[in-house]
């Protein structure tokens, strides 16, 4: 991604998808992050961009724009992964960010039960 950015930065021929475009859509770079083009660019909700689904198209809060900016798709990285069936099923496209939490809370278990098993 490191290359990529360089390589459009350095050639105007090529586009840098993480930028806004046409002043209302981009990519997503990661859920997971609130810089997408630029540092601390979109609100964030529990470690993840906050999203808002108007018609079942995701939107984001760019907040250097002070506005609503469309996701022409969202990029579920790393630990994220677990939030791709919420923003698959509509029915849960509200709740997206349970499945951060849930795995959240499951390495905090993690860790506190070895702990308590390594002070026995």
Not at 15 to 24: G, K, M, P, W, Y
Not at 93 to 111: C, E, P, W
Request: proline share 2%; glycine share 4%; charged share 20%.
């Amino acid at each position: 991604m490191t290359l990529l950015y360089l390589w459009s930065k350095d050639n105007p021929k090529v586009a840098n998808l993480t930028t806004v475009i046409n002043n209302n859509m981009t990519l997503d770079h990661n859920i997971n992050s609130s810089t997408n083009y630029l540092e601390d660019e979109y609100q964030m909700q529990f470690g993840l961009k906050k999203l808002i689904f108007k018609n079942g198209i995701p939107y984001g809060y760019n907040k250097n724009l002070n506005k609503e900016i469309k996701f022409l798709c969202i990029h579920c990285q790393g630990r994220a992964k677990s939030v791709m069936r919420f923003l698959y099923y509509k029915q849960l496209r509200d709740f997206y960010y349970i499945g951060n939490l849930v795995q959240a809370t499951k390495a905090k278990m993690k860790l506190l039960i070895k702990k308590i098993i390594s002070n026995k």
